[in-house]
């Protein structure tokens, strides 16, 4: 099973909703991601997870809160969003190779995010 | 400051062709180069990757080259076909676990 599942597909909030996003993936990798990707732009870093620790946070504001609840799981908790935050979120997991480093990454589909 | 650039925001090309995407970065020591392909509304699909001390590989029709020295990857398509129309995404990978990920070439290819 090489998939990461995201849910929701779709989202829309208001900007003082609070929300969560949900990944999963069952491949054993102990590497998760969250990417924000905003139209006719690159994914950009927001989170990465490292056997169930946070190692790298991209000054994300602290409106994201991520979580890793185990090893197969990855949230991202939403609240008091801004219209700009609207964009496609995306989870990724990935396998450390024998370097050290990652060497690829499996990406969900998405959550497509609207705040109004 | 850092950048990853890939030469053109869209790349138009006649069917049967070689298409060749650049990416380009500055102050990044990667230890290793990733090239992606995306569609619309969907995640990047990982494609190949090339480490900082290889020159060159090639999977089916793609090939990828990566010179550290001029700090520079071209990722070529040959035989190029309409379904290979996408977004082409390289990311860096950097000590650690951390990805950057280039500006993106739209690439079409015409019937």
């Known amino acids: 099973d090489t998939e990461v599942t995201q849910t929701p597909k779709h989202l829309v909030m208001g900007m003082t909703n609070k929300k969560s996003l949900k990944c999963e993936q069952h491949m054993g990798h102990r590497a998760m991601y969250w990417y924000k990707q905003k139209a006719k732009k690159p994914p950009e870093l927001m989170f990465v997870?490292?056997?169930?620790?946070?190692?790298i946070n991209e000054s994300v504001p602290s409106r994201f809160s991520p979580e890793c609840p185990n090893s197969s799981l990855l949230n991202l908790h939403l609240h008091a969003l801004q219209p700009e935050d609207s964009a496609l979120y995306l989870c990724a997991s990935g396998q450390t190779s024998g370097r050290g480093y990652q060497e690829t990454q499996y990406f969900g589909p998405g959550t497509r995010l609207l705040v109004l | 400051s850092q950048k990853i650039e890939q030469n053109s925001e869209a790349l138009n090309i006649q069917e049967g062709k070689t298409a060749t995407l650049t990416c380009n970065y500055t102050?990044?020591?990667?230890?290793?180069l990733q090239w992606y392909r995306q569609d619309p509304g969907r995640g990047p699909v990982f494609l190949l990757l090339?480490?900082?001390?290889?020159k060159e590989k090639r999977k089916e029709r793609l090939k990828v080259t990566f010179d550290t020295t001029l700090k520079q990857s071209l990722f070529h398509i040959t035989a190029s076909q309409p379904a290979d129309s996408a977004t082409y995404l390289c990311a860096l990978g950097v000590t650690g676990n951390q990805f950057y990920f280039g500006t993106g070439t739209s690439l079409t290819v015409i019937p």
């Open positions: 090339i480490r900082e001390n290889e």
């Open positions: 997870y490292s056997y169930e620790k946070l190692s």
């Open positions: 102050n990044y020591s990667p230890a290793y």
